[in-house]
């Protein structure tokens, strides 16, 4: 079989899965989750086996040892997938929820329903607990997934996927509703992202040259983020303690985030601050990159060059700006940035309210660190990526994100005339 005749296979298992799971319960649902996390629970041995197979296989190939890191199942990650379900399971349902109802002079009555996307493709790399945390969110919002974890943990995605297996058909629901791609064949990438008749979006994770790709091929609408060149500004007349707070949080909390901090612009009137700032962040380690203003108050910073203010560096480095005030603090992120999260530090509301509404970002924050753009801080419970689209999902993808609303219509016999 080639591996277009086994991917076509692949979609339309998933798009008859996708009717029996967007009619089934929201009881029905949990279930099967729960009924996953029992089967993952009792497969512990043969879980541990496949993951030592691509560990084996990776250590030979010379998979760099961060990678190694994120493809390991430890007993602890195993049950963070099971707590992962658990808490997925307890989580408010959207779909078939109605809201905005409205009555309209005909005497029919318009609302919005929530409903699920239909068949959703993930596209992923190294870590196996993925292949639980997607199934788990796409399956609680009522739709069918197919799953294409990396080559390197091929054995322990087949050996998850069948435990989700398991436990949908333990509770109904047909095991085609989550299918693990059990090939490292490159090809199944690009028949997934152009199935339009059987995939209805794509989300890919991972990194910027798989993103691109999928962004370039894909058919199928895709929710996804390039870059994370996220940025802090500390307006004129900040609080100065809660601008160092904020600055050192987004940079030092984690540097391999999408979320951190790339870029810090000060005010011009706030550069009194910048030798405080610059002792606090070379202290934790961080290289500074500064333009000609702040390298007459900072003089040892090495100089800024352009690509600097476009790069999202995930590492110890940040690059520092010193603008005229908030109009160039906006004009250089929506110029430089990936519209994925930039904050205000200000005491000044209408700046503040400026910032939320011409910034052109998918979170937009004041006050606050830019490591708060995230599903679970958000309140979402869990998410299945960050989208820096407009449409249909933006920012932190939660379960309402895995879902569309459609127009429902009440009526007593009107007919129009």
């Known amino acids: 079989m080639s591996i277009e005749q086994y991917m076509r296979g692949v979609g339309q298992g998933a798009r008859i899965a996708a009717r029996q799971v967007a009619a089934s319960s929201t009881a029905q649902r949990n279930a099967a989750l729960l009924a996953v996390a029992a089967a993952l629970d009792e ?34 990650r195993i049950d963070a997938m099971l707590e992962g379900l658990r808490q997925v399971a307890a989580l408010p349902d959207p779909v078939g929820s109605i809201s905005d109802v409205n ?6 009555r318009v609302g919005h329903m929530r409903v699920p ?30 799953l294409r974890g990396g080559s390197e943990a091929l054995a322990s995605n087949c050996a998850i996927a069948s435990c989700i297996s398991r436990g949908l058909e333990a509770s109904g629901l047909p095991a085609t509703a989550v299918q693990v791609v059990d090939t490292a064949d490159r090809e199944a990438v690009g028949a997934l992202i152009t199935m339009a008749e059987f995939v209805d979006v794509i989300v890919p994770r991972g990194g910027k040259s798989l993103i691109e790709r999928v962004s370039r091929e894909a058919r199928v609408p895709v929710i996804k983020h390039l870059d994370g060149v996220c940025h802090v500004y500390i307006d ?11 600055a050192i949080n987004a940079k030092t909390h984690r540097y391999g985030t999408c979320n951190t901090m790339e870029t810090l612009l000060v005010a011009a009137a706030e550069t009194a601050l910048l030798p405080e700032l610059a002792t606090a962040l070379r202290a934790a380690g961080v290289e500074l990159r500064g333009c000609e203003r702040c390298r007459t108050v900072v003089p040892d910073m090495l100089p800024a060059v352009e690509q600097d203010w476009f790069e ?5 480095v940040l690059a520092v700006r010193v603008v005229e005030g908030l ?3 906006m004009d250089h992120i929506n110029h430089y940035g990936s519209r994925h999260t930039d904050s205000i530090v200000t005491r000044d509301h209408a700046n503040a309210m400026r910032f939320l509404r011409e910034v052109d970002s998918s979170s937009v924050m004041i006050n606050a660190s830019t490591r708060f753009a995230d599903g679970f801080e958000y309140g979402l419970g869990a998410e299945i990526g960050i989208s820096t689209d407009k449409l249909h999902a933006r920012g932190p993808v939660g379960l309402e994100g895995l879902t569309s609303r459609k127009y429902v219509v009440f009526g007593e016999g009107q007919v129009r005339r």
Not at 51 to 64: P, V
């Open 43 to 76: 497969s512990r041995a043969q879980l541990a086996a496949a993951n030592a197979d691509d560990l084996a296989r990776g250590r030979e190939s010379g998979l760099d040892p961060a990678l190694l890191d994120r493809l390991e199942l430890t007993p602890v």
């Open 236 to 246: 004129a007349g900040a609080d100065h303690r809660m601008a160092l707070e904020i």
């Open 103 to 108: 009555t309209m002079p005909s005497g029919i």
């Open 312 to 316: 999202e560096y995930l590492a110890p």
């Open 327 to 329: 109009d160039e603090a």
């Open 117 to 146: 996307l239909g068949v959703i493709g993930i596209i992923y790399e190294s870590r196996p607990n993925v292949t639980v945390e997607a199934a788990s969110l796409c399956l609680k919002s009522g739709n069918a997934t197919i």
